[in-house]
């Protein structure tokens, strides 16, 4: 009897062991207070970063000479500093320096919003008047320091000044911007070129020699 009371207490030592370990495997693994006090705190601080990227989503955005064209106009604000494109000669300018158009600008953001697909994402709607350029570039010097460029030069050797082009119709409609693309990394020949064959198709500058 003796033996078997003492090997009942022991089962019962046992348990309690195992119980009380159980127990404090249990409210070790729980979570803390203080865990979700932090935790809590991290997803405000989250939400506050994502409400602050947010924040200019879907604002309507009404231009002005003072506006801050680089936060659409990314790209073309990046080439100031691009020694590839012709804007990074042009870096102490302010973009409505030569953007002076301001009603067209109005128009052309009419409708636009921060931070969704309305936003402008390229100048493809406004232009720069060739009067822009020549107030710091004369037309007479540009022809003279041009007058022994090969750029424009056709399948049968003819070779046209870029800053002298024959006086007709057509020609009255070539702007500055036609061939200087201020904000692309592609070289000032090939645009040239292109613009001409956009009308001489088959590379011929001679009038007439296509639709006589």
């Known amino acids: 009897m003796v033996e078997k009371a003492a090997q009942a207490k022991m089962s019962c030592v046992v348990i309690a ?8 495997a249990f409210f070790g693994c729980a979570p803390q207070e203080r865990d979700l006090s932090e935790t809590g705190e991290n ?14 989503q879907g604002v309507a955005f009404t231009w002005t000479a003072e506006s801050d064209c680089a936060m659409c106009h990314d790209k073309e604000a990046s080439s100031q500093q691009d020694s590839a494109c012709t804007a990074s000669q042009h870096a102490d300018l302010t973009c409505a320096t030569c953007h002076a158009d301001e009603a067209g600008l109005v128009a052309a953001h009419e409708g636009a919003e921060m931070g969704s697909d309305k936003a402008a994402s390229a100048l493809v709607t406004t232009s720069v008047d060739d009067a822009v350029c020549q107030s710091c570039h004369d037309q ?9 460029c090969t750029v424009l030069t056709d399948s049968e050797g003819t070779v046209v000044n870029p800053h002298q082009l024959p006086e007709n119709e057509d020609h009255a409609a070539t702007e500055c911007i036609s061939c200087h693309k201020m904000h692309s990394t592609t ?6 070129t292109r613009y001409c064959k956009s009308c001489h198709h088959t590379d011929v500058y001679s009038c007439y020699t296509c639709h006589a």
């Open 17 to 24: 062991l195992i119980a009380l370990i159980a127990s404090a």
């Open 43 to 56: 997803a405000s601080a989250v939400k506050g970063e994502d409400a602050q990227d947010n924040s200019t």
């Open 140 to 148: 007479a010097e540009l022809a003279t320091k041009t007058a022994e």
């Open 187 to 192: 070289a000032v020949d090939k645009t040239a």
